[in-house]
């Protein structure tokens, strides 16, 4: 199985912050990874596809990249909607393995 | 409507099947990517398995020996069965919809179910 290994855990930050958040894949994954969004009590959300394409209605303060086996979702200027978990997915190869999940928490 | 909307029982005891299933009103159950994911309390993600269109089925080696993905076109539902339960298996179970249009992709998650294992 492709091992995605997200850092940090949790995270602190402040309204207006530029914050991001890696995911790292034990073997090549090309770009097929996926960034999510998750609020208490709520379904997971997609915001980037295929590394770092913006899903429809997202905000453009939300962006992916990809650098070889690194993967990075960066948010600028953070809003107060935007405290909430993050996780990472690939979907290269089965089994589809997520990232452990960044929760990121309001300064 | 685009979201699918899913169902079935929320608490069952060790041993027994989970099954839920999961619906598009106004839509088709074909032609897309169907997915269902978990998410034990308070805790990360876990992939369970894929339906392509082509109804081939992908599923986690670390349940593969216990689930089942079906579909119904005539009533419109995908469905899991998962068999043997035990409280590892207690968790919220997402089915996930997914598809590509004119270079665009979508993905859409069901409301989640909780599935409580309890004797």
């Known amino acids: 199985d492709i091992q995605m290994t997200q850092s940090p855990s949790s995270l602190s930050a402040s309204v207006g912050d530029r914050v991001t958040i890696t995911c790292r894949a034990s073997?090549?994954?090309?770009?097929?990874l996926n960034w999510y969004q998750q609020r208490p009590g709520k379904a997971p959300k997609r915001l980037i596809y295929?590394?770092?394409s913006l899903q429809s209605g997202v905000p453009s303060r939300f962006s992916g990249s990809a650098s070889g086996t690194e993967f990075t979702l960066t948010i600028t200027s953070l809003q107060p909607e935007d405290f909430a978990t993050y996780f990472c997915?690939?979907?290269?190869?089965?089994?589809?393995?997520f990232g452990q999940g960044t929760k990121l928490e309001i300064k | 409507q685009v979201q699918p909307q899913q169902w079935g029982a929320g608490l069952l005891k060790p041993s027994e099947t989970v099954s839920l299933t999961c619906t598009v009103y106004?839509?088709?159950?074909?032609?897309?990517?169907w997915n269902w994911v978990r998410q034990p309390p308070g805790k990360g993600l876990e992939w369970i398995g894929e339906?392509?269109?082509?109804?081939?089925?992908s599923y986690n080696p670390s349940l593969r020996s216990r689930v089942t993905f079906s579909v119904d076109t005539s009533n419109n539902q995908f469905s899991l069965n998962l068999r043997s339960v035990t409280a590892a298996d207690t968790a919220v179970y997402y089915c996930?919809?997914?598809?590509?249009?004119?270079?665009?992709?979508?993905?859409?998650w069901g409301q989640g179910t909780l599935v409580t294992v309890s004797s």
């Open positions: 997915l690939q979907y290269n190869s089965y089994p589809y393995t």
């Open positions: 996930t919809r997914d598809h590509c249009n004119d270079n665009k992709c979508y993905n859409y």
């Open positions: 073997q090549g994954v090309r770009n097929d």
């Open positions: 339906m392509n269109p082509g109804r081939s089925t």
């Open positions: 106004g839509g088709s159950v074909s032609g897309y990517y």
């Open positions: 295929a590394a770092s």
